[in-house]
């Protein structure tokens, strides 16, 4: 499995609270993406990154802010909590070098929950 | 974007094979199929990629018409371990650089005994 590790895994906060969660990785991909997943929904994505950095918007991203200062880490940021962000969180790596054909590697998830 | 639309929910009997179609009208010239399967409390893994025609690894066959517009999934004699949700993600490009991934909602397969 790829080296990917999300945390925290759980964490309870309370609405109008910043929240920071951290992806990381040891395979040296490329791209990176944050997810989220709701019932009756599947996976959405937030953001991704596709390099130290580079950063873009996916089909979620209100409300919800990214940083990359380095090829393992992704953060995502929620600079003040409300209960609609309330969801289970997935992070996830691809490609390498200039190539990404689609093949995701997920982390565990992190599941929040605003209170 | 491409976006694309499954079956809500599929079921079946054991051993039997199971096809999960997806339809993608707006593929791009460069944009690869990729399915992905999801157990609950997990994150999804990864099952089979194609770009054209017919592609087999050792769970699963992809079958994708020369229109590319739709795809198909087929899981030989399925067990009771394969009631998953399956997703069907097309590759978008996004600006210079980039490479945007969305999912579709996911089909719920249930296997029964």
């Known amino acids: 499995d790829a080296g990917i590790t999300q945390s925290p895994r759980h964490k309870v906060t309370e609405t109008g609270t910043p929240v920071t969660l951290r992806c990381h990785q040891t395979?040296?991909?490329?791209?990176m993406y944050w997810y989220r997943q709701d019932p009756g929904h599947g996976l959405r994505l937030i953001h991704y990154?596709?390099?130290?950095?580079?950063?873009d918007k996916g089909e979620v991203s209100d409300g919800y802010s990214v940083s990359r200062s380095k090829t393992e880490d992704f953060l995502l940021t929620l600079e003040s909590a409300t209960s609609s962000q309330t969801s289970v969180y997935f992070c996830?790596?691809?490609?390498?070098?200039?190539?990404?054909?689609?093949?995701?590697?997920f982390g565990e998830g992190s599941r929040l929950t605003v209170l | 974007l491409a976006k694309t639309t499954q079956p809500i929910s599929m079921d079946s009997y054991e051993g039997q094979e199971v096809n999960i179609t997806c339809s993608h009208n707006?593929?791009?010239?460069?944009?690869?199929i990729t399915w992905y399967q999801q157990f609950p409390s997990q994150g999804p893994r990864f099952i089979i990629q194609?770009?054209?025609t017919k592609v087999t690894n050792e769970v699963a066959s992809l079958f994708i018409p020369a229109d590319r517009k739709s795809s198909t999934l087929s899981l030989p004699r399925v067990s009771l371990s394969d009631t998953a949700v399956y997703y069907c993600?097309?590759?978008?490009?996004?600006?210079?650089?980039?490479?945007?991934?969305?999912f579709g909602k996911g089909t719920k397969l249930s296997v029964i005994p």
């Open positions: 993600l097309v590759g978008a490009r996004s600006g210079a650089g980039s490479y945007q991934l969305t």
């Open positions: 990154s596709y390099g130290v950095k580079d950063t």
């Open positions: 194609g770009y054209k």
């Open positions: 996830a790596i691809s490609g390498t070098g200039t190539t990404n054909t689609g093949e995701l590697f």
């Open positions: 395979e040296n991909h490329r791209y």
């Open positions: 707006n593929i791009a010239t460069n944009d690869y």
